[in-house]
C-alpha cells in the first residue's frame, strides 16, 4: 500500500512541475484541466526541511486577498503547502507574471463560510470534494505583504 502511495505522490509531483513549468514560461497561461481558470503558483518553506515547495492551484480573488482551498483532491489529509503555512505563513505566489510575498492564514469561520458560498456558485465540485474528504476543507486567504 505504501508504494502505491509512494507512486501517487511521484506523479502528482510530475504533473506538477509539469504544470509550474508550462505556467513559468508561458506567462501564467497553462492548459490542460487548468486552461482558462485563474492559477497560482504558491512557493511555501517546507515545515520539516525548510526547502521551498511550489504548488500549482487555482485561486479566486476576495478583495486585494487570494483565496485558495486546501482540499488536497478529497484526501482525508490536508495538503503540505497547507501544513507548510501553518509552520510559517509567509510565502511567495506567482500570478500572471509578477511575483510578490504573501501571508497565509485559515480563515475563521464565519468568513470560512462566505467565502466556501462563493466560491461554490462558481466551482460546485468543491461539494464533492469535501464530502470524498470527510472533512472541512480549510479556505486561506493570501494577503500579499506590503513591499
Known amino acids: 500500500m505504501a508504494v502505491e502511495r509512494d507512486e501517487s505522490v511521484s506523479e502528482r509531483l510530475q504533473q506538477n512541475q509539469l504544470v509550474i ?4 514560461s508561458a506567462g501564467g497561461v497553462v492548459g490542460g484541466p487548468f486552461e482558462g481558470m485563474p492559477l497560482l503558483l504558491l512557493t511555501t518553506a517546507g515545515a520539516r ?3 521551498p515547495r511550489t504548488t500549482p492551484m487555482v485561486y479566486f480573488r476576495d478583495g ?9 483532491g478529497g484526501s482525508k489529509s490536508n495538503p503540505g503547502w497547507y501544513h ?4 510559517n ?6 500570478v500572471g507574471t509578477e511575483a510578490y510575498q504573501v501571508t497565509g492564514a485559515e ?3 464565519a468568513e470560512r463560510e462566505r467565502l466556501w458560498a462563493q466560491r461554490l456558485t462558481e466551482a460546485p465540485q468543491l461539494a464533492g470534494l ?7 476543507i480549510p479556505v486561506v486567504a493570501l494577503t500579499r505583504v506590503d513591499r
Open 130 to 136: 469535501q464530502k470524498q474528504a470527510g472533512r472541512p
Open 49 to 51: 526541511s525548510g526547502q
Open 64 to 72: 486585494t486577498r487570494l483565496v485558495v482551498f486546501a482540499a488536497n
Open 84 to 87: 507548510n503555512l501553518l509552520t
Open 21 to 24: 513549468d508550462e505556467f513559468r
Open 107 to 109: 480563515t475563521g469561520s
Open 89 to 94: 505563513p509567509v510565502a511567495q505566489v506567482e
